[in-house]
């Protein structure tokens, strides 16, 4: 399907120079002289190698095909991680290398889509808010406000994150799966 290369977001898939390019960030610069275009950082779901292109407002570009399916996340092993699907319950299992720094988030139960491209499972698509249970960080300083600063803290899941300093250890939070960032405490 052709789209305008203002349309490109970050997360889909595009078709270009014979592979599929997961886009990884986009911006849209209009420049004093000459014509706009939409600045574009891809990786290659394939060879997994990453490329900057400029594409002009007025290009077309191919949008992959994609088939999403919910699937639910069941367990992993060494190489692969499995999940079900919660109406047929047919089981499927992923390649850790296709998955990436997601597997960090996955947790039994966890709804999640799965994108196929020719019968073959190429991308995998979180909610967009998962919760955790902070493991450790520091102890919150006397006199500083709620909009001051952040401190670090460590996560269940082994991820690092920045979160206010009311939050203390074995709280329940919120995350942003897209940005790694705190949302609210549960």
Same mark, same amino acid.
């Given at each position: 399907m052709?789209?305008?290369?203002?349309?490109?977001?970050?997360?889909?898939i595009?078709?270009?120079? $014979?592979?599929?390019w997961e886009?990884?960030?986009?911006?849209?610069?209009?420049?004093?002289k000459?014509?706009?275009?939409?600045? +574009?950082e891809m990786?290659?779901?394939?060879?997994?190698?990453? /490329?900057n292109?400029? #594409?002009? *407002?007025?290009e077309?570009?191919?949008?992959?095909?994609?088939?999403?399916?919910?699937?639910?996340?069941?367990?992993?092993?060494?190489?692969?991680?499995?999940?079900?699907?919660? %109406?047929? #319950?047919?089981?499927i299992?992923?390649?850790?290398?296709i998955?990436? %720094?997601?597997?960090?988030m996955?947790?039994?139960?966890l709804?999640?889509?799965?994108?196929?491209?020719?019968e *073959?499972?190429?991308? /995998?698509? /979180?909610?967009?808010?998962i919760?955790?249970?902070? %493991?450790?960080?520091?102890?919150? /300083?006397?006199?500083?406000? +709620?909009?001051?600063?952040?401190?670090?803290?460590?996560?269940?899941?082994?991820? *690092?994150?920045?979160?206010?300093?009311?939050?203390?250890n $074995?709280?329940?939070?919120?995350?942003?799966?897209?940005?790694?960032?705190? +949302?609210?405490?549960?």
């Amino acid at each position: 399907m052709k789209i305008n290369a203002t349309e490109i977001r970050v997360g889909m898939i595009l078709e270009y120079k $014979d592979d599929l390019w997961e886009v990884l960030k986009t911006s849209h610069v209009k420049p004093g002289k000459g014509g706009a275009f939409a600045q +574009v950082e891809m990786k290659s779901l394939s060879k997994n190698t990453k /490329l900057n292109e400029r #594409f002009r *407002s007025s290009e077309t570009i191919e949008k992959a095909l994609l088939e999403e399916t919910k699937f639910t996340f069941l367990y992993k092993d060494e190489n692969d991680f499995y999940f079900m699907n919660p %109406e047929t #319950f047919e089981q499927i299992n992923i390649n850790k290398n296709i998955i990436g %720094e997601k597997s960090k988030m996955l947790s039994e139960n966890l709804e999640v889509i799965i994108n196929f491209h020719n019968e *073959s499972a190429i991308s /995998l698509t /979180l909610p967009n808010q998962i919760q955790c249970k902070i %493991e450790i960080t520091d102890a919150a /300083l006397k006199g500083q406000t +709620v909009s001051s600063s952040y401190k670090p803290a460590k996560l269940d899941n082994g991820l *690092s994150i920045q979160v206010p300093p009311f939050i203390e250890n $074995d709280d329940l939070i919120i995350i942003d799966t897209r940005t790694l960032e705190y +949302v609210k405490k549960v």
